[in-house]
């Protein structure tokens, strides 16, 4: 996609903090020691820039993953297309812990990028360039 | 259970041998019905991939079940594409829109296939609220007590005949993902 349509439906500044703050639930991401991404459904809050992750892993993997590690923590809403919006938060752990087999992780934001939908909602000008629904 | 690491030893720019995967098994055989049909009608995907600097990108996407392989549309000269080339690996974790409804979570794990996936699944208007976008073109028999299903959010119509223009011009191409295999979970919704 374009660098100009991706910045034309990114949130503004004050529209990413809200709905970050707002979104208790973010895909986490990581890598694990063979190399296989591994992405889980974790309970998420934001204070400032960083952001606390917590999840139960299955697969035994989020063990190997310690402070300094790279992750990414993904959110996304909406119900109607227009109401669709997203960020994807590149950072890195600052803290984590494991208890009764659940991690907690601290993450801080290295780089945020989103996507607001609503932008999209109206029939495009013949130069826009086309967003595959739920594709930033 | 753990991460497939069967491939690891191939190295990230390994390719499946065929359309069929190794052992002769058919795209998908890695998976339960039950999961099967959890991706058949969940259409609400995030990709997850490995970029240059080796840490891990997460991307919101629709994605489709089709003939046993899990399907997304993106531009080709997009990053995430270039990532896929680097390292076909991916996980792809579904969650279903409605989570009151469905508190399963399903992470796969799979790689992307060679070359390019057909448009046609793609090209064609489904029965769904969301023309040949986001309706799962082939639904297997719901088991006994169909799982519930939230209807994906309905696509304007002037980006669905965009989307489709740029399958048709080449723009946009069709991704596959060989599932080799998944796991449910529960999510987040058992923290304490």
Redesign the interface.
């Known amino acids: 996609?374009p660098a100009e349509r991706r910045r034309r439906i990114a949130m503004s500044a004050e529209q990413l903090t809200a709905f970050l703050d707002g979104s208790?639930?973010m895909?986490v991401?990581?890598?694990?020691a063979?190399?296989?991404?591994?992405?889980?459904?974790?309970?998420?809050d934001r204070h400032r820039e960083e952001i606390t992750v917590?999840?139960?892993d299955?697969?035994?993997?989020a063990a190997g993953v310690g402070v300094g590690d790279?992750?990414?923590?993904?959110a996304?809403q909406?119900?109607?297309?227009?109401?669709?919006r997203?960020a994807?938060v590149?950072g890195e752990v600052t803290a984590a812990a494991t208890a009764d087999g659940?991690h907690r992780w601290t993450v801080r934001a290295r780089h945020t990028s989103s996507f607001d939908f609503a932008a999209?909602?109206d029939?495009?000008g013949e130069s826009s360039?086309?967003?595959?629904?739920?594709?930033? | 259970?753990?991460?497939?690491?069967e491939d690891?030893a191939a190295g990230?720019d390994a390719e499946l041998p065929d359309r069929r995967g190794r052992d002769g098994q058919p795209p998908g055989a890695g998976l339960t019905g039950e999961q099967r049909r959890f991706l058949a009608v969940h259409t609400?995907g995030?990709l997850?991939?490995?970029?240059a600097?080796?840490?891990?990108?997460?991307?919101?996407?629709?994605v489709r079940w089709c003939d046993g392989t899990l399907e997304?549309?993106?531009?080709r000269r997009?990053a995430k594409v270039s990532h896929l080339r680097r390292?076909g690996?991916?996980?792809?974790?579904v969650?279903p829109?409605d989570?009151a409804a469905d508190r399963r979570?399903l992470?796969v794990?799979g790689r992307v296939q060679p070359g390019e996936g057909t448009i046609e699944h793609w090209m064609r208007d489904g029965d769904g609220p969301?023309p040949g976008?986001?309706t799962p073109p082939h639904i297997t028999p719901p088991p006994v007590t169909p799982p519930p299903v939230t209807p994906?959010?309905?696509?304007?119509p002037?980006?669905v005949r965009?989307?489709r223009?740029?399958l048709l011009d080449g723009k946009?191409i069709i991704i596959r993902v060989t599932p080799l295999t998944a796991?449910f979970?529960?999510?987040?919704d058992?923290?304490?």
């Not at chain 1, 299955?58 to 993997?61: A, D, V």
């Not at chain 2, 997850?48 to 970029?51: A, C, E, F, H, N």
């Not at chain 2, 979970?185 to 987040?188: D, H, I, K, L, V």
Request: net charge negative; proline share 12%; with cysteine.
């Open positions: 996609m208790a639930e895909v991401a990581y890598v694990d063979a190399g296989w991404p591994v992405g889980t459904l974790a309970r998420a917590e999840f139960d299955p697969t035994g993997t790279a992750v990414c923590c993904v996304e909406g119900a109607r297309y227009d109401e669709i997203g994807i590149r659940r999209l909602a029939p495009p360039e086309p967003v595959s629904p739920r594709q930033p | 259970m753990t991460v497939p690491t690891a990230p609400r995030f997850i991939v490995t970029g600097d080796g840490g891990p990108i997460g991307y919101p996407m629709t997304f549309n993106t531009y997009s390292d690996r991916v996980c792809v974790v969650v829109r989570r979570v992470s794990w969301e976008l986001s994906p959010p309905v696509t304007p002037h980006v965009k989307v223009e740029r946009r796991l979970t529960e999510g987040a058992d923290a304490g």
